[in-house]
């Protein structure tokens, strides 16, 4: 971590600290929940998302993860390369993800590789 980011997380560490201690018990317990809904929110929208792949998806997925492009994509799984750019756009939109890094991550963390 570079000085600047130290100086730049300290402060907003002092400032966090600065407006929690100025909050009563109940704004405290409040602004908790608040946090631990919108956390559990976006792991279950996390999980939607991770579960809501098609199993011709989760193939697609592993090929792609495996370096493949769209075009062999489509002459591996024997479908046109059309279907196969339309899974993939499914997979990345399914996965909010916009990268084939991003793609290959999302695969093993789906214990797909």
Known sequence: MSNVQE?????????AKQMLDSLSW???????????AKHASEQKRQHTNQTSLTNREAEV?????NGYTRRE????????????????SHIYEKLEISTIAEA???AIRLGIL
């Open 7 to 15: 100086v730049y997380s300290s402060e907003s560490y002092c400032l």
């Open 61 to 65: 997925l592993t090929l792609i993860a």
């Open 73 to 88: 994509v489509g002459d591996a799984l024997k479908i046109s390369h059309n279907t196969a750019s339309c899974h993939v």
């Open 26 to 36: 109940s704004e405290r317990e409040r602004l908790k929940h608040e946090i631990n």
């Open 104 to 106: 290959t991550h999302a």
